[in-house]
């Protein structure tokens, strides 16, 4: 079952930042949280992970709280091709580990 | 480009007959795959955990035996939907842990297989 909640959908203006939140509320010390994203009719696309410390990649960021209790993910300037529905998962490190999916964020990025 | 890759992409077939859908790893070997199906404006859920050499692991309330899974190489799994019917239309979509060159803490995703039972 999903560890995760994140609200069901959220709206940003193309430019402009977008800070997608999760809750992971009993996530155990050794599991990541991972961040994918599904464009309509599509596998889902990884984006980025992390154990405790705060990442950034070419695509975004994750900001991990201290307690790692929840987490956000930054797109830093949004465009229309990031409109996708977007999934917080937690898990152990995924070799021979199943991801279970929650209904994750819809985000639309609006011109 | 695409590190794993299903065919077909899409797929009509007709009620009661079988379809398989084949998942590759490219470019790495995959002692694991997962398998999950995802209806229109839902979320994506795991049916079952696919083995090389050994039996699939089914998520509870998966028909093992409509849903047959082979993990027959290190970079090919395939799932046959058995007698299919037209509730059994949806998206598949398998996956597999990336190692090698990739990331071994990363787990990567095939286009998906629209599956079509008319």
């Known amino acids: 079952d999903a560890k995760t909640t994140q609200p069901t959908s959220m709206d940003c203006a193309e430019g402009r930042a977008a800070n997608l939140p999760c809750n992971h509320s009993t996530i155990s010390g050794n599991e990541y949280v991972y961040w994918y994203r599904q464009i309509h009719s599509q596998g889902p696309q990884y984006i980025i992970h992390g154990l405790k410390n705060n990442e950034t990649n070419e695509m975004a960021s994750l900001i991990i709280t201290e307690d790692r209790k929840s987490s956000t993910l930054i797109l830093p300037h949004a465009t229309l091709r990031d409109t996708a529905v977007y999934y917080c998962?937690?898990?152990?490190?995924?070799?021979?580990?199943?991801?279970?999916f929650g209904t994750g964020t819809s985000l639309t990025v609006i011109p | 480009g695409a590190v794993v890759s299903q065919h077909p992409s899409r797929v009509i077939c007709k009620s009661g007959t079988s379809v398989k859908i084949e998942c590759r790893s490219l470019?790495?070997?995959?002692?694991?795959m997962f398998w999950y199906r995802q209806f229109p404006k839902q979320s994506l859920m795991l049916m079952a955990t696919?083995?090389?050499?050994?039996?699939?692991?089914?998520e509870q309330g998966v028909e093992k035996d409509k849903f047959l899974i082979n993990h027959a190489s290190l970079t090919l799994s395939t799932l046959t939907v058995t007698s299919a019917h037209p509730e059994d239309s949806s998206f598949y979509i398998c996956?597999?842990?990336?190692?090698?060159?990739?990331?071994?803490?990363?787990?990567?995703f095939g286009e998906g297989s629209w599956l079509t039972v008319v």
């Open positions: 470019d790495f070997q995959a002692t694991t």
């Open positions: 696919s083995n090389e050499g050994s039996k699939a692991t089914y």
């Open positions: 996956s597999a842990p990336g190692q090698g060159r990739l990331s071994g803490n990363t787990i990567y």
């Open positions: 998962i937690v898990n152990f490190n995924p070799t021979g580990n199943q991801f279970y």
